[in-house]
């Protein structure tokens, strides 16, 4: 199959005028100009007045709570969120999140998604939902205490830090691509962290993290008090590890320095400029979630200067919970809005940067010959900066192809 289209955008060069992409199964055999592919033999797809570009990569979502999107208004405090939204999850039965996770799924692939990494409190329902994208699903792990009310449904069915990153990983069977996610600093045990890093390490899958999200979170570590550390030592948490410490100090003291570029890390709004002397020494990926960061009124993401410090940014949507929809484009075009970056630097933050940090950097983020044939088209709208049309694109995306194969 050959497809033609005003303008491809590979991520790979300078976008191709009069395009086109020849696929075969599920991968890209060749892309340059129409007239260079064209072939009495290939079935031919002729987009006509559209744009060509790789399918987006979301690095950072909660499918499972798709189903509370308007239902949490922007809180006073970080705690008072986890309070609510502890309060509606409690509503929720397995079938709502299933039903929620599908909706999920569905709703990020109309915005242009085709892969996405995931993270579920219950891993033990993978099997029950549809996969139309590519997800990589990460079990999302707590222990802050025996009897917490914020305790994952996993967590409460075993014992022992062991017994729930084993079960996690039973669980994750049903998944092509798996990680473990111990939630936070402030909700997973150091034994959580080590013991998820081991596996991690021995099984080959994907870690992921929550960190220094919040202001509440670095009053917590640094200054022992505030509402997240009231909050957790009202119920049950052991506090001894607060006081004199940064989220990212503590995060250092919980892994392992060589493991480091395994962790994909969220958030990281809270960096002290003793955390910049550490950040120097490790290198992870991060994922910012604009508009979510935006909900909560965190403090300002410091992109520049982890940019100087060759960090691997990515963008997610973060979950529903605390954002309207699942448009990787809103998340591009705010992100654009605060730091006036270059478009099409931006556009990688969603497509070869995800790439890079779920390590399929020679298999997705790009149009390229041999990657795989996830690719969506725009309409093409006249204008001087291919990017900026890109970005300035608002609504559910026309044509789609995943592995190959044109998505309805």
């Not at 990569?57 to 509370?68: E, G, P, S, V």
């Not at 069915?157 to 017994?163: D, T």
């Not at 448009?327 to 605060?338: G, I, P, V, Y």
């Not at 950097?361 to 890109?390: V, Y």
């Amino acid at each position: 199959m050959i497809l033609r289209a005003r303008t491809v955008v590979t991520m790979d060069g300078p976008p191709i005028e009069n395009g086109a992409v020849r696929v075969r199964g599920d991968r890209i055999l060749e892309v340059g100009e129409s007239s260079q592919l064209a072939s009495s033999n290939d079935e031919i797809v002729d987009l006509g007045e559209h744009i060509l570009l790789p399918g987006l990569i979301n690095a950072h979502c909660h499918l499972d709570y798709t189903c509370l999107r308007g239902k949490i208004a922007p809180p006073q405090s970080f705690a008072d969120w986890i309070r609510a939204i502890n309060a509606e999850k409690a509503k929720l039965s397995a079938e709502d999140y299933v039903v929620s996770i599908n909706q999920g799924l569905a709703e990020a692939k109309q915005f242009g998604t085709t892969a996405i990494a995931n993270l579920t409190a219950f891993p033990e329902l993978i099997a029950k939902t549809d996969e139309p994208i590519w997800a990589w699903w990460f079990a999302e792990l707590i222990d802050v205490r025996n009897r917490a009310q914020n305790l994952t449904a996993l967590s409460r069915q075993v014992s022992g830090v062991n017994g729930i990153v084993n079960r996690a990983l039973e669980q994750l069977s049903a998944a092509n691509q798996r990680g473990f996610a111990p939630h936070a600093p402030f909700t997973a045990s150091a034994n959580l962290y080590r013991c998820c890093e081991e596996i991690a390490q021995r099984e080959k899958i994907f870690l992921t993290t929550h960190l220094a999200e919040s202001r509440e979170e670095m009053q917590m570590f640094r200054e022992a008090n505030g509402p997240l550390y009231d909050f957790l030592k009202e119920i049950g948490r052991d506090m001894s590890d607060c006081g004199g410490t940064t989220p990212l100090s503590r995060f250092a003291d919980l892994t392992d320095a060589s493991a480091a570029q395994g962790w994909i890390v969220a958030h990281l709004n809270e960096v002290s400029e003793t955390d910049f002397d550490l950040l120097r020494k490790r290198k992870f990926s991060i994922v910012h979630c604009p508009r979510s960061h935006a909900y909560f009124g965190h403090t300002d993401f410091q992109f520049e200067r982890l940019r100087e410090l060759d960090f691997n940014v990515c963008l997610g949507t973060d979950s529903l919970a605390s954002n309207d929809d699942l448009s990787l484009f809103a998340e591009m075009r705010k992100f654009q809005e605060r730091f006036h970056f270059e478009p099409q630097k931006v556009l990688e933050m969603v497509t070869i940067n995800p790439a890079r940090a779920l390590k399929q950097r020679d298999q997705l983020g790009k149009i390229r010959q041999r990657f795989m044939a996830n690719i969506i088209a725009l309409p093409f709208t006249k204008s001087p900066h291919i990017f900026e049309t890109i970005l300035n694109f608002v609504g559910k995306v026309p044509w789609i192809m995943l592995h190959g194969r044109i998505s309805s």
